[in-house]
């Protein structure tokens, strides 16, 4: 069974930096969209970012992170990564890393997605 499994989520002050990591089991990311995808408590999924199968192309994000998040991909390592720079409270969520044969954008339910990972909780407080 394909798996996703993400790391390094935590608490962080305002302001601070996190970085996310996504490995991939049992199947090759490089055949893939990759996307971010976070869910807050009480609410649907909100989409972050998408990078291409070969990364050639800029990755795509939310303007709610745009210039803050950087998406990255390793498809020799079969991981995808999340830099997140001047975190703000409103970026507390739960994290996952999805892959999609398509760029779906905005989803309703991680299940639009064809793989997708248990989630990692970011939480940004003071």
């Known amino acids: 069974q394909p798996q996703l499994v993400e790391s390094g989520g935590g608490l962080v002050q305002p302001g601070g930096s996190l970085r996310l990591s996504c490995a991939a089991s049992?199947?090759?990311?490089?055949?893939?969209?990759m996307n971010w995808v976070r869910q807050a408590p009480g609410e649907g999924p909100e989409w972050v970012s998408t990078?291409?199968?070969?990364?050639?192309?800029?990755?795509q994000y939310a303007d709610s992170v745009k210039g803050r998040f950087t998406t990255s991909r390793d498809n020799a390592k079969n991981t995808l990564a999340l830099q997140m720079n001047s975190l703000r409270p409103e970026d507390s969520a739960v994290y996952y890393c999805?892959?999609?044969?398509?760029?779906?954008?905005?989803?309703?339910?991680?299940?639009?997605?064809?793989?997708w990972g248990q989630g990692t909780q970011v939480t940004v407080s003071s």
């Open positions: 990078i291409s199968p070969g990364g050639s192309d800029s990755p």
């Open positions: 999805t892959a999609s044969a398509v760029p779906l954008g905005r989803v309703t339910s991680l299940n639009e997605y064809t793989y």
């Open positions: 049992r199947f090759r990311i490089g055949f893939w969209y």
